[in-house]
């Protein structure tokens, strides 16, 4: 049961480039969404987030769009450095799923390579 | 910056004793969280905990798992006889709300079971 989707396993950008990650969801009722960078041996580290009220998100290089006609949102990151290299991991959350601490539901990942 | 802490950062415990993953979630947060990461596989939703009760728990969740904050800054997650397949990355997050607000991840604690 994958409600969140990211269909490329890996990603290689050349750095300075733009790097545009991508993740579908099936769920319908996801309201908030997130994006998370995971550098190995570490945890999951917040990076940008979207209401679904909302269709972009901007903090700094990293901007997120939200298409809930396409069930479809995007991470851009500009320019694309060494450092960006990192699992990422689209997330998103279902208000209605429990009794209020909502648990995130995760993609599976994409490994974006930032390239000298 | 604060953040979530997790010891110990890796537990090996022989299959059917019982293990103890243990977390320091930010000082200013109401809500806690466990998820899980078997190797290769994404990472699991397995309980959300707020007011000293728990709020939502996932499938995975079943009797084996229980959850405590035995005072005002640790918060515990025990498996009563572990498993082969409890072997994975288990992660801790905390957020200060439950409504549109991040969760912030601690690094995880490696449970090996032999």
């Known amino acids: 049961d994958q409600q969140v989707k990211q269909n490329s396993p890996s990603l290689s950008v050349q750095e300075g480039r733009i790097s545009i990650l991508n993740c579908d969801y099936t769920?319908?009722?996801?309201?908030?969404f997130l994006w998370y960078k995971k550098y190995p041996a570490e945890g999951p580290t917040f990076l940008i987030s979207i209401s679904s009220i909302k269709d972009k998100n901007e903090d700094g290089r990293f901007t997120v769009f939200l298409n809930k006609s396409a069930k479809h949102l995007s991470l851009h990151i500009v320019p694309s450095q060494p450092g960006d290299s990192a699992v990422y991991f689209c997330a998103a959350k279902d208000p209605y799923s429990g009794g209020g601490a909502d648990g995130l539901t995760f993609g599976k990942g994409t490994h974006l390579i930032i390239q000298p | 910056e604060p953040e979530v802490t997790q010891t110990p950062s890796h537990q090996v415990t022989q299959m059917g004793q019982e293990v103890i993953l243990r977390c320091v979630p930010i000082?200013?947060?109401?809500?806690f969280y466990w998820y899980r990461q078997i190797l290769g596989q994404k990472v699991e939703f397995l309980v959300s905990?707020?007011?000293?009760?728990?709020?939502?728990k996932s499938e995975i969740f079943d009797d084996q798992f229980s959850v405590e904050r035995p005072d005002g800054s640790n918060f515990t997650l025990k498996i009563r006889s572990t498993k082969l397949e409890d072997s994975a990355m288990y992660f801790c997050a905390s957020s200060d709300t439950s409504s549109n607000q991040p969760q912030h991840f601690g690094d995880g604690t490696r449970l090996s079971i032999l």
């Open positions: 000082s200013n947060h109401l809500y």
């Open positions: 905990f707020y007011n000293n009760e728990i709020s939502e």
């Open positions: 769920n319908s009722m996801f309201d908030y």
